[in-house]
């Protein structure tokens, strides 16, 4: 089974902070996505990588950095964190042969609070 | 900028019917369709994927796209409690839409 794990469940943070995010898969899956889920938009795009070290912006980037050093492991930084970015955070990945087609894997989330 | 369009609902069926979700794209160069069940509180988890006009059938799920008219939609035969949850559809893997919340009630 593909497993994506996420840092934390709940987290909460004062404005101004510099918060990461940790995502990590177990499937040696090249492509890795960073979504926020907020009640009536939906889940939106909000960075991806499709190999190591290389990322594309997405739909929302704005307020937000990744990090792909490693396969596995992909981070979303708020660089100063603040309240409309309150929000759950949801990391996907995909294997990498025909990534437009391939099924994405969800990580269970992070619902950040940000006071 | 690429749309997904789906009611939001909620669509209340009673349990043992079909219940019927659609979702259009603006994009006419999409080449592939998901589904996504995510019940409260918790992440989406793929039902159905769809590349091919014409229908797709899983056991009680068959998804359906046409792509002259830019709609992809689900069926669920056989409607149970246990299926009330949010269903999103996708484009590409890339583009959610809202989702639609559907309730089966018994």
């Known amino acids: 089974d593909v497993k994506v794990t996420q840092s934390s469940r709940y987290l909460v943070k004062r404005t101004g902070e510099k918060v990461f995010l940790e995502c990590v898969q177990d499937m040696d899956h090249e492509n890795m996505f960073w979504y926020r889920q907020d009640p009536g938009l939906g889940l939106r795009l909000i960075y991806f990588s499709y190999d190591v070290k290389m990322k594309e912006k997405g739909d929302i980037p704005e307020g937000y950095s990744v990090s792909r050093e490693k396969k596995e492991r992909f981070s979303l930084i708020l660089e100063s964190a603040s309240t409309n970015q309150t929000s759950m955070y949801l990391c996907?990945?995909?294997?990498?042969?025909?990534?437009?087609?391939?099924?994405?894997?969800f990580g269970p989330g992070t619902r950040l609070t940000v006071l | 900028q690429k749309e997904v369009e789906q009611n939001s609902g909620p669509l209340s069926v009673p349990e043992g019917a079909i219940a019927s979700l659609n979702c259009t794209y603006s994009d006419r160069g999409s080449q592939s369709f998901f589904w996504y069940r995510q019940y409260s509180g918790k992440s989406p988890e793929l039902i159905m994927f769809i590349y091919s006009n014409g229908d797709k059938e899983d056991g009680r799920f068959t998804a359906q796209l046409n792509k002259a008219s830019q709609y992809v939609s689900l069926l669920i035969r056989d409607s149970q409690p246990s299926d009330s949850a949010t269903y999103l559809c996708a484009v590409d893997k890339l583009i959610f839409g809202t989702g639609t919340r559907l309730q089966v009630f018994p």
């Open positions: 996907a990945s995909s294997a990498g042969t025909g990534w437009f087609t391939d099924t994405q894997y």
